[in-house]
């Protein structure tokens, strides 16, 4: 006997539902409500390729290289504490929608692979922008602008792809590599590695993996050399909990990554017993090696052994939705590689 499908809007709590349909019972344009869900994942989709763009090539001084509004707006926005939402760190989401396309027009050689011809961009833009007028201003949509914002994500579609399976691309340094990561963490000369590495695997049946990847503008590197410093590149701390699993939330909050939790680009974990670092190569290496061995501890001190509980595996994505936007569970970032094909990013 076939599971009846359970569609996405059933498995909405009924008082969204309600809330919902309230507001097409009140007036409010269905399309409205489908054009702000597609331009949502537009922004949100350019604003996490642009900070993955930008600090792979600038590191920890990223954010210099936005507009100063942004960080203002932050500052301001701190001052309303008790209305903080999840991306209250998320500097770029303090950023207007005409400076976000400012950003990627003066970094284009970071995104020309991941969106489309430049000269086509730059004139969807003047589009995309009368669009997102008129949903800012709660003016009733144009009959076309529903069509021409899914045209532009199916347009983005392969570039999303090829930024997506760069990041999740990743590769065993060679153990030989003169380079001071590889001495630390795959030759374990660092302090916290000679500590953990072997314990951990023995003991706990924790397996640690030092890999790395490559941004698609970032120039390869010739083969046998260092990794470390090079613009493009980043590094992946992996652990795999094979004997038991771990608390991501007691794990981000733990005070052992506080002085490291700046270096760090993404958490990514799609289940209670995986979960993957990324830090920029252009970084200081001292620190980012520093930074793995408090992350192994945090991991170690907020780990369980055993088998999974239904509850932590079955709801592991909704219940870290609040956390660090740098949290992501179940995301594009952390799913899609070469082998999800065929694939489409925003179901466009």
Known sequence: MTARRVSPWQQLPAGLRASIAGTW???????????????WQLETWLRSLIYVELRARYGVGWHTKLPPTAEKRETKDRSHAYMTTPDAQARLAYLDTTPLFGLLEEHWDLFADSLIEKDVWENRVV???????????????????LSRLEQTLRDLDGGA??????????????????????????????????????HADRQDEVRFNLLYSYRPWATRIPEHTPITSNSGYLWHARWILAGGYFDLRAFWQDNRLESSRDLIIFVCSNSPTDLGISFAAVDDPAAIANGIGQCFDALLNNDSRGPVPR???????????????????????????DTTVPVTIFSA
């Open 25 to 39: 019972g009140s007036g409010v344009p269905a399309e409205a409500t489908a054009l702000y869900g597609r331009w």
């Open 161 to 198: 792809f090829r930024a997506l399976t760069a990041f999740n691309r990743q590769w065993e340094p060679e153990r030989s590599l003169d380079d001071p990561l590889v001495k630390a963490w795959v030759r374990n000369e660092h302090t916290a590695a000679a500590r953990l590495v072997e």
């Open 127 to 145: 589009e995309l922008l009368k669009i997102r007028h008129r949903i800012g201003h709660c003016r009733r949509p144009h009959v076309d602008d």
């Open 311 to 337: 509850p932590a595996r079955d709801g592991w994505q909704q219940s870290h939705a609040d956390l660090d936007p740098r949290i992501l569970v179940g995301t594009s970032w952390t799913i899609v590689d």
